[in-house]
């Protein structure tokens, strides 16, 4: 079972930026898909950057596009998000995942590896 650990959330002020990096244990392209995926403290999850690792092609919901960028570094088997023009609603637990049977990588029941989760807090 691959580990894959968080990095980088925190408190920002709307508007403000922050990077999220996720260290996984194996080669990332031994995946089909990884994506950051949130929870909202009423526990609904969204996919908020889904990444297919062979390709590179990306996928981004309309809430977070034009302002979150995944990329992947396989040489150093990390997945990163960088988040800009934060919003409040954007506050939420952040996890790190991974997909190795292919489906539906924009959908959340298709990852069965998650990392810890990284929180990220947007104050008005």
């Known amino acids: 079972q691959v580990k894959l650990v968080e990095s980088g959330g925190g408190s920002v002020e709307a508007g403000g930026s922050l990077r999220l990096s996720c260290e996984a244990s194996e080669y990332i392209s031994t995946f089909v898909c990884m994506a950051w995926i949130r929870q909202f403290p009423g526990k609904e999850r969204e996919v908020v950057a889904t990444?297919?690792?062979?390709?590179?092609?990306?996928w981004y919901p309309d809430s977070v596009k034009g302002r979150f960028t995944i990329s992947q570094d396989n040489d150093k088997n990390t997945l990163s998000l960088q988040m800009s023009s934060l919003k409040p609603e954007d506050t939420a637990v952040y996890y790190c995942t991974a997909n190795r049977l292919g489906g539906n990588c924009w959908q959340s029941d298709v990852y069965n590896s998650w990392g810890q989760g990284t929180q990220v807090t947007v104050a008005t």
């Open positions: 990444i297919y690792t062979r390709s590179d092609v990306k």
